[in-house]
């Protein structure tokens, strides 16, 4: 069976926070300063991992054409910087992961203890003999869905099932760069959860923070955006759809701040203080429409009301009907209050 919780350096996932990520990809120009540069700033703006890409060329392709080697060269992200990033994230308070393309790349992970893996959908969707491999690893384990089926994403859990590996959680993706809203179906993300019972999250494509914001309002306990310190980097994932720093940061705070209105308080029995304040603020009172004399009785048909802090509530006017006789003389538009009248 799948976990409702699935726990991550920590983290609960599937618990009242979601778990966002700032996939920087390939956006480190394959340099580690920029590398640094970039967890420095996700770290900053409240991520609680970064993510990359484990891709080598020659691991990955034999004999590429020109375009796709061209292509498939700014997306590198060298071997030894796996380790590297990894204690780097470890001391800005974040976690390092990556995900793997080609099979050495689960080695280099498992070499510096990743706590998370991230299986894209290029991966689910023609890979199997990688997504048996982090199965076995029995770790916690995203799955992508962007091109992959439904038929790809259960034989997909399958495979963990069969691992005895129940640590994973299902993003849902469009693979469309941007995703117009309009093609984001974030419906499915719900489909994933009936059908498979554990975590769910989005892994956001679209321009700007607002989709993805409505997703965690929907149910995502996972939020992955792409990440770049500048949308004018010549790389593949630095386009509309990444989010810059300040970007990032607002989405998070903004996320954050939806969580607190979720949360299920006490049973509304009773207005909170600030609003009895403003209440109060706001009463109707009983006022006299004509001039009344003392002993003379006032009927309900003599008032009128206005907002006034002190004197008869219109409530109890409402319900009483009945007030008696005025002890003294009272003027027009006097504001009606109890020690003026007597029952006698």
């Given at each position: 069976?799948?976990?409702?919780?699935?726990?991550?350096?920590?983290?609960?996932?599937?618990?009242?926070?979601?778990?966002?990520?700032?996939?920087?990809?390939?956006?480190?120009?394959?340099?580690?300063?920029?590398?640094?540069?970039?967890?420095?700033?996700?770290?900053?703006?409240?991520?609680?991992?970064?993510k990359f890409q484990s891709i080598d060329l020659h691991r990955l392709y034999t004999r590429p054409d020109a375009q796709t080697a061209e292509f498939i060269k700014k997306l590198e992200f060298p071997e030894e910087w796996h380790g590297i990033l990894s204690e780097y994230c470890a001391k800005k308070g974040v976690v390092f992961f990556s995900s793997p393309t080609y099979m050495k790349a689960v080695d280099l992970l498992e070499e510096i203890d990743v706590p998370l893996y991230k299986l894209a959908s290029a991966q689910i969707g023609t890979f199997p003999q990688i997504v048996e491999r982090v199965a076995e690893l029995n770790k916690p384990t995203i799955f992508s869905t962007g091109i992959a089926n439904y038929d790809e994403v259960t034989k997909a859990v399958r495979i963990f099932e069969q691992a005895g590996n129940d640590n994973y959680i299902i993003l849902h993706c469009n693979s469309i760069y941007p995703a117009p809203a309009d093609r984001v179906n974030m419906p499915l993300m719900d489909t994933y959860k009936s059908m498979f019972d554990c975590p769910v999250g989005f892994s956001d494509h679209t321009n700007g923070i607002h989709i993805p914001i409505a997703a965690v309002v929907r149910g995502a306990q996972v939020i992955e955006k792409h990440f770049t310190l500048d949308k004018e980097?010549?790389?593949p994932d630095s386009t509309s759809f990444a989010a810059d720093p300040p970007e990032f940061k607002a989405l998070v705070e903004q996320i954050r701040e939806v969580e607190q209105s979720l949360i299920k308080r006490a049973p509304r029995l009773d207005i909170q203080k600030e609003e009895k304040?403003?209440?109060?603020?706001?009463?109707?009172?009983?006022?006299?429409?004509?001039?009344?004399?003392?002993?003379?009785?006032?009927?309900?048909?003599?008032?009128?009301?206005?907002?006034f802090t002190e004197g008869i509530d219109c409530r109890y006017a409402f319900e009483n009907r009945n007030f008696g006789y005025a002890k003294i003389d009272l003027q027009a538009a006097t504001i009606l209050k109890h020690e003026y009248l007597t029952k006698e």
């Open positions: 069976m799948p976990k409702s919780i699935v726990e991550v350096a920590g983290f609960p996932v599937g618990g009242d926070q979601a778990y966002i990520i700032a996939d920087v990809g390939s956006n480190h120009k394959q340099d580690l300063t920029l590398a640094k540069e970039s967890i420095d700033a996700a770290a900053e703006a409240g991520a609680n991992a970064v980097f010549d790389t304040n403003f209440k109060n603020a706001i009463l109707y009172r009983a006022r006299l429409k004509k001039e009344v004399k003392a002993g003379d009785e006032i009927l309900y048909s003599d008032l009128d009301y206005s907002r």
